[in-house]
């Protein structure tokens, strides 16, 4: 992204979406690099030569007014190019592609060569789209990627609380390091949370087929089991506090709740 100076105000001091992934990825490079550059050691890195990050930026715009045309003509994204801070933590921030006002939630855009698939890219922007959810609070991100000359693919990503739980403990460590001037120890890298997107047949696994045969014998009978409870619970007498016969009992508590159990 090529930020305004505004942009760049804001952001200073904050640790933010596009710079959170080097602690998730375990770059020890990046992450000394990112740690410098918060205790005014480097200047942050100069994109403008970068044709990957250039091409993004020209079409963004382009990309969130598709995404708007494609909603509806009443459709607005707003906040577009917005700074957001962290409730709680104020050196926790977000720089906004859009916000959607339907869903509630952001919008991130993407430019990508059309040569991998989608979910190798979702996964190399999880850290990005986690860290907006959690700055913004929303529940889900809208990642709109733009592959090659293609129309853009919307994904709705869902946050991931473990995931984030895991980013919150390693920004806090990291920015106690920059308070006290240490630098940070190498950290191991978290994988990016499962997206739920395959469809797998489970045939000839032996678990798998040892749990199914075992779940096909025994669902039918309890499925029976619950009718033929609630059939017993319902012809229990209202004064009685425990009826038996048959090799079951009820008993009722002073609550009015029943209890089937075997009579042995």
Known sequence: ?????????????????????????????????????????????????????????????????????????????????????????????????????????????????????????????????????????ADTCALSVIMGANEPIVEYVEASPLYQDEMLKRAEYFMMCVDLRKPPVTLDPVAPPVEPT????????EAWTRAAERWIQTHGAAETAKDAEKVLKSLMPAEAKKAFGCGCRITRDRAGRMSLREDK
Do not use: F
Request: glycine content about 8%.
């Open 1 to 137: 992204m090529t930020l305004t100076a505004e942009q760049t105000a804001q952001r200073k001091g904050k640790l933010t979406a596009s710079r959170v992934a080097v602690l998730m990825k375990g770059d020890r490079e990046g992450i000394l690099r990112l740690y410098k550059e918060m205790i005014g050691e480097e200047v942050e890195e100069n994109l403008d030569d970068v044709w990957a990050v250039q091409l993004g930026s020209v079409t963004e715009k382009l990309n969130l007014d598709w995404y708007e045309r494609k909603m509806g003509e009443t459709y607005l994204l707003e906040k577009r190019g917005e700074v957001v801070v962290h409730q709680k933590y104020e050196w926790a921030a977000a720089t906004l592609d859009g916000w959607d006002i339907v869903i509630e939630c952001p919008v991130e855009c993407k430019h990508v060569g059309g040569r991998e698939p989608l979910e190798v890219i979702i996964d190399r922007y999880q850290p990005q789209m986690q860290w907006q959810m959690m700055v913004t609070g």
């Open 198 to 205: 395959k469809v797998i047949n489970m045939t000839g696994n």
